[in-house]
């Protein structure tokens, strides 16, 4: 029987808490969380409490990589956190499955792929609140891909507040019709709404690029869900989706889907077995 993969936790809000909720229920088998880190030190002792025993809660990142075991890191907190961190989960030796995909597009998180390839190491995406992604990588795989369009719909409560107020001079509050927020590449989408839109990285890098990948952001206060609508033409044919989230209860910037994708990219990682494309 294969050993356990450790599992350190970084990042401990509300997805962060919903992967150790997993852990509890033993929804992943093959994996045990060893550590869990936030500059949070008091969300991050709530969720090291949920597990029982209580598993390590980490001062900082020093202590959290030097964890007897540890061979798997999953970000649940931040572009910044994966910006800062990220290099280092690699040279400790443990791989890194990223949430906060947006970084990968700006240095020196776009370092990372090269970073892993010279250690040894794997970074694991999941495909978050949308689908479709095994479809437009093969489809991408001998550039066959000429267009992709990703157009987001969310209430405006659920886009960054300082983003809407740095770039519309308006308060989610005041935006009372469907709103154009954001229209052009995927690389500026995931800079300015690096909390909302990492779909759109993850989109680009499994087609056609973050430059190349268009995004449309609406704010719109006649709906509850966050909607994704992709658009993908190429040598191949179309690819056409539309995808209605249900958000998550403690974070209406995050969607059901975005977290079970992550609880199910972990699953397979963990245990042998079939592993489907994402």
Request: proline fraction near 7%; include cysteine.
């Amino acid at each position: 029987m294969a050993a356990e993969i450790g599992v350190g936790l970084m990042g401990c809000g509300a997805i962060g808490f919903s992967v150790a909720e997993a852990f509890v229920r033993g929804e992943v088998p093959g994996g045990i969380l060893r550590a869990v880190f936030d500059q949070n030190g008091v969300r991050a002792q709530a969720v090291g409490a949920l597990v029982h025993p209580p598993v390590s809660v980490a001062v900082d990142v020093a202590e959290f990589l030097r964890t007897e075991g540890l061979r798997l890191v999953v970000e649940a907190a931040s572009q910044q956190a994966v910006h800062e961190y990220g290099a280092q989960v690699l040279q400790a030796g443990c791989d890194l499955l990223i949430l906060s995909v947006g970084a990968l597009l700006e240095p020196p998180g776009s370092d990372l792929p090269a970073l892993a390839e010279r250690w040894g190491r794997r970074l694991h995406i999941p495909s978050g609140g949308i689908v479709g992604i095994d479809g437009l990588k093969a489809a991408a795989f001998r550039g066959e891909v000429e267009v992709v369009v990703l157009t987001t719909r969310k209430p405006p409560y659920a886009l960054a507040p300082e983003t809407l107020m740095e770039r519309l001079h308006l308060q989610p509050s005041e935006i009372r019709e469907p709103m154009v927020v954001y229209e052009g590449p995927a690389r500026e989408a995931v800079r300015y709404f690096p909390a909302n839109i990492n779909v759109a990285a993850t989109l680009s890098l499994a087609g056609i690029g973050p430059e190349r990948t268009m995004v449309r952001i609406v704010a719109d206060p006649r709906i509850t869900l966050n909607v994704h609508e992709i658009y993908a033409r190429g040598a191949f044919g179309e690819i056409s989706i539309t995808v209605r989230n249900i958000t998550h209860p403690q974070n209406p910037r995050t969607s059901m889907l975005s977290v079970l994708s992550v609880l199910a990219t972990l699953r397979e990682i963990c245990r042998p077995g079939i592993h489907l494309g994402t």
